[in-house]
T-cell receptor, first 112, second 115 residues
Framework: DAKTTQPPSMDCAEGRAANLPCNHS???????VYWYRQIHSQGPQYIIH???NNETNEMASLIITEDRKSSTLILPHATLRDTAVYYC?????????????FGSGTQLTVLP | DTGVSQNPRHKITKRGQNVTFRCDPI?????LYWYRQTLGQGPEFLTY????????KSRLLSDRFSAERPKGSFSTLEIQRTEQGDSAMYLC?????????????FGQGTRLTVV
């Protein structure tokens, strides 16, 4: 699976959009971009994934650049409960696969 | 709640003792994964099962570690002769693999402290 690079930390004001970047310049054509988050003292939680097209669900939007070398996770209206570590993961198989390779992620702090 | 359940949530043990953790996956999920997470790091894959078969083990899973899923439902992870370096959060996840796949759903983890 391709390596990802994320900023170690970010702040966002409550109610504003949180935009979390991820670089994955070595991504292959069959690799998906996944996002998970981990709230303190809890297990990771799946957020969203995509291959080429932008994706949106009830939690977030995923914007993937045309060359697929980077992506941005957007939380449209961040709340205090969105404070968590956000992991960007690139993997070759959609759906259940044998393992996820987590990096260090981005610590997002939503400020009141 | 029918999510992934892990017990105990916390365990403190003396160095050299054996410990066992349990994971109950989401009932219809056929895949079960174990991860370990140390402070400030992302989770690291240890092993996974499809039904009762253990299909892959990471190099992180030393000989002191053993995992089982005897009936393809719940799983146990045992650590023998614990060391201080085993102190970590142990996470379990499950997913459905087949004609319809799901993402991996994680439990809340078991935090092990070896003193």
């Amino acid at each position: 699976d391709a390596k990802t690079t994320q900023p170690p930390s970010m702040d966002c004001a409550e109610g504003r959009a949180a935009n979390l970047p991820c670089n994955h310049s070595t991504i292959s054509g069959n690799e998906y971009v996944y996002w998970y988050r981990q709230i303190h003292s809890q297990g990771p939680q799946y957020i969203i994934h995509g291959l080429k097209n932008n994706e949106t669900n009830e939690m977030a939007s995923l914007i993937i650049t045309e060359d697929r070398k980077s992506s941005t996770l957007i939380l449209p209206h961040a709340t205090l409960r969105d404070t968590a570590v956000y992991y960007c993961i690139v993997r070759a198989v959609a759906g259940s696969a044998r393992q996820l390779t987590f990096g260090s992620g981005t610590q997002l702090t939503v400020l009141p | 709640d029918t999510g992934v359940s892990q017990n105990p949530r916390h365990k403190i043990t003396k160095r050299g003792q054996n410990v066992t953790f349990r994971c109950d996956p989401i009932s219809e999920h056929n895949r079960l994964y174990w991860y370990r997470q140390t402070l400030g790091q992302g989770p690291e894959f240890l092993t996974y099962f499809q039904n009762e078969a253990q299909l892959e083990k990471s190099r992180l899973l030393s000989d002191r570690f053993s995992a089982e899923r005897p009936k393809g439902s719940f799983s146990t992870l045992e650590i023998q002769r614990t060391e201080q370096g085993d102190s970590a959060m142990y996470l379990c996840a499950s997913s459905l693999h087949g004609p319809s796949n799901t993402e991996a759903f994680f439990g809340q983890g078991t935090r092990l402290t070896v003193v």
